[in-house]
């Protein structure tokens, strides 16, 4: 059987919808099939450990400092094997000192907006798992961030959010602002979304359906 392994240890800003995460990915992953570890812990993070594994999610994790080099040696093997990353939402701000974490994530969160609005969400790649079953343009309610740079180029972006929908005050990044995309790092598969700050995000149907389909498109 196919095993997942999801990880969402914290050193900086915790989001209450981890918990909501893990039950979401919980029931997805028995749809499908697939064997859900849920952990905190870098301990899991040995080179025989991890060979089990199709993909780590690195759900709302932060901070630096998760893994030490012994555990990062061990995920960078992982990866080198064609192990799967899928990041999701403030993933983006985890281990800013790990370039490898660096180049799968694909681009570094800096700001987002004081509150949460709604937006809408434009598709850019229709065949991709984790966006073919979203309506486009979709309109989400979130935290929407932006990055130290705009990733396109390094990485192929799969969906944009509209500026225009929301206050954007001093978060802005410009008519082309990426929310979801993904790339390849040597053999491992790479997927990362901006969204899911709220817990109730992972009851709605359409954005598990989001999720799955990023986690799935990057199992080796």
Request: proline share 4%; aromatic share 10%.
């Amino acid at each position: 059987m196919t095993r997942l392994l999801v990880f969402s240890r914290t050193a900086g800003y915790r989001h209450e919808s981890i918990e909501a995460g893990v039950a979401a990915l919980r029931d997805l992953a028995a749809e499908a099939s697939v064997d859900l570890d849920h952990t905190e812990s870098g301990d899991v993070f040995t080179s025989a450990n991890l060979s089990g594994y199709a993909a780590v999610v690195w759900l709302q994790t932060s901070g630096t400092g998760l893994l030490d080099a012994a555990q990062r040696q061990a995920y960078e093997e992982f990866t080198a094997d064609g192990g799967g990353f899928a990041g999701i939402h403030v993933a983006s701000d985890a281990e800013r000192d790990w370039p490898l974490y660096g180049r799968l994530v694909g681009a570094r969160f800096t700001s987002h907006p004081r509150e949460l609005q709604t937006a809408r969400i434009q598709v850019e790649r229709t065949d991709d798992l984790s966006t073919k079953p979203l309506p486009t343009p979709w309109s989400w309610h979130e935290e929407w961030y932006a990055f130290d740079t705009n990733p396109r180029g390094s990485v192929e972006i799969l969906a944009t959010v509209n500026e225009d929908d929301y206050d954007v005050g001093s978060s802005g990044m410009g008519p082309d602002h990426p929310i979801c995309w993904r790339t390849q790092v040597g053999l491992a598969k790479a997927w990362y979304t901006s969204l899911g700050h709220l817990p109730v995000a992972y009851e709605d149907e359409t954005f598990r359906a989001h999720l799955w389909g990023g986690i799935s498109s990057v199992l080796r």
